[in-house]
């Protein structure tokens, strides 16, 4: 064969083998849902998993029940897209939803995470949430109902009635470590108690890293005290965290407090 024509069919082979994987899984198939995602972390290629329209994926156990998690830890280059699917726990034992590793590159597209019971969502990789609703979570003994390590952006979203009940560390509906940007999104009616007067709880997010919010409505909160309510809010950085806001909506919040923000170490922008 001429070399001419053996490159030009290395290069087609190598495009093929460079193209990404689809995969579909039909309605109520949680077994499916699971396989698609231990093959996506095996996979050397991106992978796309599109769940039924409107479909509902239950969680009848943890997957991974050494690490509590409902779904296996996405580990590689995967996208998710829901077509306004729901993911929920169906359980007895707790565990959060969804678990995302160091280095994994994952977005998630129009779905529903619910239910969960040690929260929603764990981020240590890079993750984008594209019209994803967080509701219906509860925290029964970890700090946070999207706890993220690494970088999460959120997009056209919402967080909302959640509940972290009695937290014996300093928590928040989100606890943010690395670097978070919400957009065009919705923190609505979530609750949060703590167990002790010197803990922190922050009812939209705690912020310990860098926080960038644009177009947020933060709405109808709660902060609740058991003894006093010092150290509550909506929004609270503690050690080097740093807010950037643009077009911030505080609304209904309580304490009343925290329908305010100390913009002494912040900056807003109109």
Avoid: W
């Avoid at 997010?205 to 909506?234: T, Y």
């Amino acid at each position: 064969m001429p070399a001419r024509c053996l490159f030009a069919l290395t290069v087609l082979l190598l495009a093929d083998l460079a193209v990404a994987t689809e995969v579909r899984i039909a309605d109520r198939d949680s077994p499916g849902l699971i396989a698609a995602i231990e093959a996506a972390n095996a996979a050397a290629t991106p992978t796309t998993i599109h769940l039924a329209e409107h479909g509902l994926y239950t969680l009848a156990s943890a997957a991974d029940p050494d690490h509590q998690i409902g779904l296996p830890i996405l580990r590689g280059s995967i996208r998710i897209d829901g077509h306004d699917a729901e993911i929920r726990r169906y359980a007895n034992a707790d565990y959060t939803l969804i678990a995302i590793a160091t280095g994994a590159e994952v977005q998630l597209n129009d779905l529903t995470l619910a239910e969960g019971s040690e929260g929603a969502l764990v981020n240590r990789g890079k993750v984008q949430l594209n019209r994803v609703k967080v509701v219906d979570n509860v925290a029964r003994t970890v700090s946070a109902i999207v706890e993220n390590y690494g970088s999460i952006r959120i997009r056209d979203s919402e967080i909302s009635y959640n509940q972290l009940a009695g937290s014996q560390r300093d928590a928040g509906t989100v606890v943010n470590y690395g670097t978070l940007q919400l957009e065009r999104t919705r923190i609505v009616g979530n609750v949060v108690s703590r167990r002790y007067d010197s803990l922190y709880a922050a009812s939209a997010v705690l912020n310990f890293g860098k926080l960038h919010l644009h177009d947020v409505a933060i709405e109808e909160n709660a902060a609740e005290a058991i003894l006093s309510a010092a150290a509550l809010g909506s929004i609270i950085n503690l050690g080097t965290g740093n807010l950037e806001a643009s077009a911030l909506t505080l609304v209904n919040n309580e304490p009343p407090e925290s329908n305010r923000i100390d913009t002494s170490d912040l900056r807003f922008h109109r």
